[in-house]
């Protein structure tokens, strides 16, 4: 059994998460950084009250800050009853429980929420989506990260659509990192070969790393 969902679900991990999830050093941090899906993490209000400032794309950003809280608490409380459903299917060690699970959404959202409205005032918010990255420059980052979008949904999303995501990504910047490579499924998505091969052949260098975060 795996999770169920429509549509993309607009859950969102804190700074530290991604910190564990990309292998981000205080070196990367400094970076100039572009959070691809990054919905309602609390990744960029996190970054920018440690000083540094982050730009985070999502199509969610077209709505209000009402709205986005609205479609969260209309989602959680079933995923939360799917995932306590089928226990055995998670690794309880970052997130304790369910419950703390959800209480960790949470308050990566009310961050979110807090920060919102000056950081799209700022720029720091832009609506936008793959695979186009409408009107950002080649190569006006160093660092683009995806976390908890390309590969999970691969059931919503071909292969083309990975690749040419995956492509964009390095127009825009120098380096990308996604995570995870599984789906909802949790089993490896069936994109990684092709999308690597994708890469390869265009001479980008391609590295899988383990890194410090598992929760499915
Ligand atoms: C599960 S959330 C993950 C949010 C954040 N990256 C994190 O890990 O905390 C997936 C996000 O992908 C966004 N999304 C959906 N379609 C997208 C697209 N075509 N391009 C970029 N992001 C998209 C959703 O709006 C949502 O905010």
């Not at 499924?185 to 052949?201: A, D, F």
Request: proline share 4%; hydrophobic share 35%; with cysteine.
């Amino acid at each position: 059994m795996s999770i169920k969902v429509e549509s993309v679900v607009p859950f969102g991990r804190s700074l530290d998460e991604y910190q564990k999830v990309f292998n981000l050093s205080e070196g990367d941090l400094t970076k100039r950084i572009l959070g691809v899906g990054d919905g309602p993490a609390s990744f960029n209000a996190e970054m920018m009250q440690r000083g540094y400032s982050i730009t985070s794309l999502d199509p969610l950003y077209k709505f209000s800050a009402e709205e986005i809280e609205r479609q969260f608490y209309g989602v959680v409380d079933g995923i939360i009853q799917q995932v306590k459903s089928m226990p055995d299917n998670w690794v309880w060690t970052y997130h304790k429980s369910p419950d703390d699970l959800r209480e960790n959404r949470e308050k990566s959202l009310k961050r979110f929420v807090g920060d919102y409205e000056l950081g799209k005032r700022q720029g720091r918010y832009r609506i936008g989506e793959l695979p186009h990255l409408r009107g950002i420059e080649d190569k006006s980052y160093d660092l683009a990260l995806c976390s908890h979008f390309l590969f999970l949904y691969s059931d919503h999303f071909d292969c083309e659509f990975h690749q040419a995501a995956i492509q964009e990504m390095l127009r825009v910047a120098t380096e990308i990192r996604v995570f995870p490579l599984l789906t909802l499924g949790r089993k490896k998505s069936v994109y990684v070969e092709p999308v690597i091969q994708m890469l390869q052949s265009n001479d980008f260098d391609v590295t899988i790393q383990k890194v410090a975060y598992e929760l499915q």
